[in-house]
């Protein structure tokens, strides 16, 4: 596998680099700290380059956030080194509450977030994950270039919220977690 190309996102601190192949079977991996090496090889490495602050991968794609602009020469070498004989990981199961009325609530506000949003967000080297629902309010975590972007903080989580609400009727409060 390799890096087809590096590109900048709208987080300044942020570079996103697209692969020509999967690095993930399914979902997406993000980290805030250096896992052990065991547990994933691929962002264990890229955090020994110097300012990373956090990894995220999903699909054909690896965003890397640092302290400062980031030099994207010094990422991509380290990257293309890492993902060299790479195959796809696959990431790890979770379970979900599908019997109860939360659990299927939870089930089409992913649907609505997979089709309308994970997209977009991956589009600007980012991601979402859905940490849970009490009642009417999903809490959620951005991931990649948006969990440090200010507008993720900000516009996006009410866009996605009145997103929700249009689709499912209900008034869902979409709050970070």
Sequence with gaps: MEVLYAEGTPNPNAVKFVLDGRIIGAGS??????????????AAGLFTVPGVLSVFYNDNFVTITT????????????????????????????????????GDLLSKINAVIDTYVRPALAGD??????????????????EG??????????????????????EL?????????
């Design 125 to 142: 080297g980012g991601g979402l994950q859905v940490l849970g629902l009490e009642g009417e309010d999903l809490f959620i975590r951005y």
């Design 145 to 166: 270039a948006c969990g440090t972007c200010p507008s993720a903080i900000s516009g996006t989580l009410f866009a996605i919220q009145n997103l929700l609400r249009n």
């Design 29 to 42: 991996r993000h980290f805030d700290r250096p896992p052990a090496e065991e547990e994933d090889p691929l």
């Design 67 to 102: 302290e400062s602009e980031p030099d994207w020469r010094l990422l991509q070498a380290r990257l293309e080194e890492l993902v060299a004989d790479r195959e796809a990981a696959e990431p790890e199961a979770v379970s979900k509450d599908e019997g109860s009325d939360a």
């Design 169 to 177: 009727g209900r008034e869902i409060n979409v709050l970070p977690g």
